[in-house]
């Protein structure tokens, strides 16, 4: 039972995610991609994301923080970043990744500090979300696998 | 400047050069003219002169002549009475009265006179016949000599002389030995006469005895010389007279000369020292009969003759013309100087306006843009301090500056639009788009204020309109949103309604409906006004009345009696598509005097619309413009508080048949076809609204029987089921579909009932399900228990759909079938291997996942150096990947790489005799499709340039995945 209402839970959350435009249909999808054969593809994918976001993350941090910004590689890991989000689903980070593209080609670096700002919020946002949403899952899992044995 | 300036100054110098010229070359005129005028007017005196002395030459000559003649008859009468007869008969008496008498006759001559010769041996016989002295002219007694010539007759005038010599005086004597020896007239040279003291000259003539022959000799002359006659010629009062005779005396100074000695000429009249006008003169000859003397005349002007007047004023006229021409000359050549000034300047003012217009479209478009992007960032913020712990009135201020911070940020859009379009940067691009889903979209945006106002808002869009069309949705759409946006704000009651139809399916209507009005019922537009109700969607009035239910009807039944031509004749002959969009709406209309500014942009009606409304008024400028770029026109017929009825036609593309059914997959918002031959019955007694909820449900497959009140129902049912028990079909599902104001309790108790027996009776298998259509919210509590589903208006088929689904309870299983494209991505996939390169691990991962899923062997990797690795011949995959932008080596550079490699294999292969592996492909061709986020024309482009097969959108999308994997991998099954 207590594996219902934590999926029920856990349904709420993802729900709540979307509602409020953190995630997209790509989610859906992954989702979708999620059966029997490959129990935890989320997770992986949901992980995959947020090691890479945060090292892109820094990378642009730093980037920014120098007098000279080089927007040419600032670009490249916004692009990255915007590949990923997309791939995952990550609505407003994605959205935000577009918004400061469009500053890097600007070279304006207010609106670029600005942006990154935004996608940093955003991320940090879904972050925190995917992690309660990763700990239920595996929480389920640890219930199943308890059933089951 | 200076160049300008040094310009000027030549130009003003040449100018000074040219007036001083042309006044010099006028006065020149001016001095010639005068010149040649007074030439000829002299000569013209000249000639004057000459024919004037002439003519005194010839008259003087002639009355000298005729004196002379009558001194040749005296000679005659003396020798005739004097000499033959004896004795005399001729005396000193006889002499004088005869010579008085005929004095007349010798106007000229003051006197004549007869002196006899007397030779000295006859002197004293002589002397004493006389009885008086020979005198000399000095009045002394004549000295000896050889021979006289006393005067013995004379005239009373001049009797003093009588009994003179004549021989004594020097000139006489001359005179007489001359006029014997000659036989003529003899004339002597002028003196001073004795009486009058004028110029005169004597004439003398020989008197012979008789018998002298005609040739006689000079001795024989001599000898019969028997006296002389002479008179005295006044020649001084002789010209006088003669002058005062003739015309224009005065002016004439007339001199006469005896020019016998040439050197030293002798005054015979007029001054000694010639006055008058001396620089010209003429001479005429004068011929007095004697051939030893010579005479002249001089004539000349007394006055330098007068210069003529028009030697004056012709030149002056003259001068005055040329002065005038050449003013007006200076002045056309000064004004064409000035107007060609004037139109360089207007040439640079008006480049001047045109680059400051262009300039301020960009101003506008840069200052928009920079606007826009510190607003993003409010935006950004407010949303996130939305996101944070508010108290109620902080988020009530921060949502407030979010709408305020939309509503700029929509206008500055809308500017920048405008800005764009006057910069002429703004592009229609070329597009296949699903006009039905925009609409529907459109809709959706308006459907919570249409319900919070109770309007009917609906689209309908004609069968004929194909559903895929290139063009530019995003305008398509902008247009559209304005032009309902706009009326949903002006519309209180009633209902909006956008048609769509093919512009000249629709045409052809109205013209028919046209003619059949002026032959059929000439008061159809007293009909209209007259009536309570109106045939339009709500039932209110309209300001086109083209749009009422019969022309309406007429639409819907062309399209039924023509439904092949939707399909075939046009697509074979047109590639290009007339849309005609109808906006029309019930609301307060635009008052007449503001009409014809209502495309002007930043023009409302009037300013109390803007304050009761809000808004810029640049919207349906912009719509305007973005009409005439598609080609179309945009116009409105608008009633002040019946309505507006905006049209506007656009010229799209149709979409190529093959691709277009493609393109339908991943464009248009996919509706459920579960409902296909489902049956539905609608009651509505409005025919419009009817006709629109019968397109929506004839979109998702419904057929649909419309009845007007809810009393015909059971008959229609009835109707249905009795086609449906012959037949030998299952059980349909039926839907009751029933608008709001045909709802009312009591009927409805009664149709439940009445439907409930039937089914009990095995009448009909199923009670239908009833639906209530509704426009407000306030209309929902009309619903009794006897309703199965609400729908709200304005309707959207995905909507419908979804009702329907939940209450027919079908909807479900069959979205379950719905992976169909995935089964057959499973078939194309299954066991294939494909390798994915993506430097980004998620995507990677993500992408390995999906195809995984469908039964793929998926490598990964990470870069296109590691993807040319694995991809060394012969190789085992069966299609590639590849994502386009990688660090170091991205998609294009690695795909071209590959099929360099490919190219040499197959090449190799071609040389060396490989034939062993007969299964082995000759040319190899790894299927590369790339991996794109940005799916634009370009990326597209590239990718087929560098030797990529073609591409997928990342994430990827089932449909588009399976149409771009379908094209290279073939089925194993």
Redesign the interface.
């Known amino acids: 039972m207590a594996a219902t209402a934590l999926r029920e839970q856990l349904n709420g959350l993802v729900n709540s995610m979307f509602a409020e435009g953190l995630l997209d249909q790509?989610f859906q999808?992954?989702q979708m991609?999620q059966?029997g054969s490959?129990p935890g593809?989320v997770a992986?994918?949901v992980t995959?994301?947020c090691?890479?976001s945060e090292r892109i993350l820094t990378e642009l941090t730093k980037l920014m923080d120098q007098a000279l910004v080089d927007y040419s590689k600032v670009d490249?890991y916004v692009?990255?970043l915007?590949?990923?989000s997309?791939?995952?689903?990550a609505q407003n980070v994605k959205l935000?990744c577009i918004?400061f593209r469009q500053?890097c080609e600007?070279n304006?670096k207010e609106?670029c500090v600005?942006a990154l700002n935004?996608v940093k919020?955003e991320y940090y946002?879904l972050r925190s979300k995917f992690e309660t949403m990763l700990q239920l899952e595996s929480r389920i899992q640890a219930y199943e696998n308890k059933q089951q044995n | 400047m200076a160049e300008m300036v040094a310009g000027d100054r030549r130009w003003w110098l040449y100018r000074k050069a040219m007036v001083v010229l042309w006044v010099s070359a006028s006065v020149g005129i001016w001095v010639g003219l005068h010149w040649y005028i007074r030439r000829v007017s002299m000569r013209k005196a000249e000639e004057s002169l000459v024919s004037m002395c002439e003519e005194r030459a010839r008259m003087l000559q002639d009355q000298f002549a005729v004196s002379v003649n009558h001194v040749h008859a005296l000679a005659i009468l003396v020798s005739t009475f004097h000499y033959q007869k004896h004795p005399p008969a001729l005396d000193q008496e006889t002499f004088a009265d005869y010579t008085a008498r005929t004095a007349f006759e010798r106007p000229l001559l003051s006197g004549v006179a007869y002196a006899q010769r007397v030779v000295h041996s006859e002197r004293e016989l002589f002397e004493s016949q006389q009885g008086w002295m020979i005198k000399t002219m000095k009045r002394e007694p004549s000295p000896v000599q050889d021979e006289y010539a006393p005067v013995i007759y004379s005239q009373e005038t001049i009797s003093y002389i009588e009994a003179l010599d004549m021989m004594s005086g020097e000139e006489d004597r001359e005179n007489i030995l001359r006029a014997r020896a000659t036989g003529k007239a003899v004339l002597t040279s002028p003196f001073r006469l004795l009486g009058s003291n004028h110029l005169g000259v004597v004439l003398t003539f020989p008197v012979y005895r008789s018998g002298l022959p005609a040739d006689a000799m000079v001795e024989e002359r001599v000898e019969a010389t028997a006296g002389y006659l002479g008179g005295a010629f006044d020649v001084e009062s002789l010209v006088e007279n003669l002058l005062r005779q003739l015309a224009g005396n005065q002016d004439i100074m007339v001199n006469v000369y005896d020019v016998t000695n040439a050197s030293e000429p002798l005054v015979m009249y007029g001054s000694q020292f010639p006055d008058g006008y001396m620089s010209f003169s003429h001479v005429s000859m004068l011929d007095f009969g004697d051939p030893f003397r010579r005479h002249q005349m001089e004539c000349r002007y007394s006055n330098k003759p007068p210069i003529p007047l028009s030697a004056i004023t012709t030149p002056s006229g003259v001068f005055v013309i040329c002065m005038l021409a050449g003013y007006i000359l200076y002045a056309a050549w000064n004004r064409y100087d000035n107007v060609k000034e004037d139109c360089r300047k207007m040439e640079e003012l008006k480049k001047q306006a045109e680059a400051a217009d262009v300039a301020k479209s960009q101003f506008l478009a840069t200052v928009s843009h920079e606007i826009r992007?510190p607003m993003?960032?409010v935006l950004?913020m407010l949303d996130?301090l939305l996101?944070t712990n508010l108290n109620l009135t902080q988020k009530d201020y921060a949502q407030t500056a979010q709408v305020c911070g939309k509503a700029l940020i929509s206008l500055i859009n809308e500017v920048l639009d405008r800005a764009k379009i006057e910069a002429g940067k703004l592009e229609i691009e070329s597009v296949p788009f699903d006009l039905r889903s925009i609409l529907d979209d459109v809709i959706s945006l308006f459907s919570a204020k249409s319900r919070e106002k109770g309007i009917e808002l609906a689209v309908y869009v004609s069968d004929r309109v194909p559903e895929i069309l290139m063009g530019d949705p995003g305008r398509f759409r902008q247009i559209i949103t304005n032009l309902v946006g706009n009326s949903v704000k002006f519309t209180e009651r009633g209902h909006i309604f956008v048609q769509v139809h093919l512009a000249e399916h629709s045409n052809t209507i109205t013209e028919a409906k046209v003619e059949t009005g002026l032959n059929g019922h000439s008061g159809e537009a007293k009909i209209i006004s007259t009536g309570t109700a109106f045939d339009t969607l709500s039932g209110l009035e309209a300001a086109d009345c083209r749009n009422s239910w019969e022309n309406f009807k007429m639409v819907l039944s062309h399209e039924q009696t023509l439904p092949t031509s939707s399909g075939m004749p046009n697509d074979n002959y047109a590639d290009k598509v007339t849309l005609m969009v109808t906006v029309e709406d019930t609301g307060i209309g635009i008052p007449f005097h503001a009409q014809n500014r209502v495309f002007t942009p930043f023009m409302q009606a009037d300013s109390s619309t803007s304050r009761n409304y809000g808004g810029t008024g640049i919207g349906l400028s912009i719509s305007k413009c973005l009409v005439e770029l598609m080609g179309g026109q945009i116009n409105f017929v608008s009633r002040p508080h019946v309505g507006s009825t905006f049209t506007f036609t656009a010229v799209l593309q149709r979409c190529d048949k093959s691709a277009g059914s493609d393109a339908k997959r991943a464009l248009s918002e996919v509706l459920p076809t579960c409902f296909g031959g489902t049956r539905a019955i609608l009651v509505d007694r409005r025919p419009v609204r009817g006709a629109v909820t019968r397109y929506h449900l004839q979109r998702l497959g419904i057929s649909v029987e419309c009845v007007s009140t809810i009393n015909e129902v059971p008959n229609a049912i009835q109707g249905q089921n009795g086609c449906l028990r012959s037949g030998t079909h299952s059980k349909q599902p039926c839907i009751l579909l029933i608008e709001h104001d045909s709802w009312d309790t009591k009927a409805d108790v009664c149709l439940c009932n009445q439907l409930i027996q039937w089914k009990e009776n095995g009448r009909i298998i199923e009670i239908p399900k009833v639906v209530l259509l509704v426009t407000s919210e306030s209309d929902k509590t009309k619903a009794g228990s006897d309703v199965d589903i609400v729908i709200m208006k304005p309707l959207r088929a995905s909507t419908v759909a979804a009702c329907f689904q939940q209450v027919l309870g079908i909807g479900k299983q069959q979205t379950r079938d719905r992976p169909k494209g995935s089964a057959s991505l499973s078939g194309l996939l299954d066991g294939k291997n494909i390798l994915v390169v993506?430097?980004?691990?998620?995507?990677l991962?993500?992408?390995a996942?999906?195809l995984?899923?469908y039964g793929a062997n998926v490598e990964c990797a990470e870069s296109g150096k590691d993807a040319l690795s694995l991809l060394q011949l012969p190789h085992k995959f069966d299609a590639c990947f590849m994502?386009v932008?990688m660090?170091e080596m991205d998609g294009f550079e690695a795909t071209r790489q590959i099929r360099l490699m490919e190219s040499k294999a197959t090449e190799k292969n071609r040389i060396g005799p490989a034939p062993e592996e007969g299964s082995l492909k000759t040319a190899w061709h790894l299927p590369i499709l790339a991996m794109t986020?940005d799916v634009i024309q370009a990326t597209y482009e590239e990718c087929l340039k560098c030797g990529m097969d073609g591409y997928v959108s990342?994430?990827?999308e089932e449909a588009q995945l399976y149409q771009a994997v379908a094209e290279f991998l073939v089925s194993d099954s």
């Open positions: 790509q999808q992954l991609l059966d490959t593809f992986e994918v995959l994301f090691e890479d490249a692009h990255q915007k590949g990923s997309s791939s995952v689903g935000a918004q500053f600007e304006n609106g600005r935004v919020h946002r | 992007t993003n960032g950004g996130m996101d993506d430097d980004n691990k998620v995507n991962r993500v992408a996942g999906v995984k899923k994502d932008q660090p986020a990342k994430p990827f």
